[in-house]
């Protein structure tokens, strides 16, 4: 059974950074898109970025040059560092994972809030 689990979120101040992680387990799937979406208070989910097994990344454009996805194959993680960090980017993150051909499965969520 497929399982993320997800760690990094937290407080931090305007300007800071944090890096979130999402880890796989229990995948043989070898074709995937995996990605981070973010859903704040009163708004719906949206895509913060996305990484495919090819390492072709894309990103909501509120985020280029401030966020970069990575993963690492070996691990089964992905990773999102997340810089310059605003209020606005408050919201609670998802890891996503969409092996091709298969159902999507979803992280637990982790909370991101950034305030002074």
């Known amino acids: 059974q497929v399982q993320l689990v997800e760690s990094g979120g937290g407080l931090v101040q305007p300007g800071g950074s944090l890096r979130l992680s999402c880890a796989v387990s229990?995948?043989?799937?070898?074709?995937?898109?995996m990605g981070w979406y973010r859903q704040a208070p009163g708004k719906e989910r949206e895509l913060v970025a996305r990484?495919?097994?090819?390492?072709?990344?894309n990103y909501a454009d509120l985020v280029k040059g401030r966020f970069t996805i990575s993963r690492d194959s070996a691990k089964k993680t992905v990773y999102l560092q997340m810089n310059s960090l605003k209020p606005e980017d408050t919201a609670v993150y998802y890891c996503?994972?969409?092996?091709?051909?298969?159902?999507?499965?979803w992280g637990q969520g982790t909370q991101v809030t950034v305030s002074s």
């Open positions: 996503n994972f969409s092996p091709i051909g298969s159902r999507d499965y």
């Open positions: 229990g995948s043989i799937f070898s074709f995937y898109v």
């Open positions: 990484i495919t097994s090819g390492s072709s990344t």
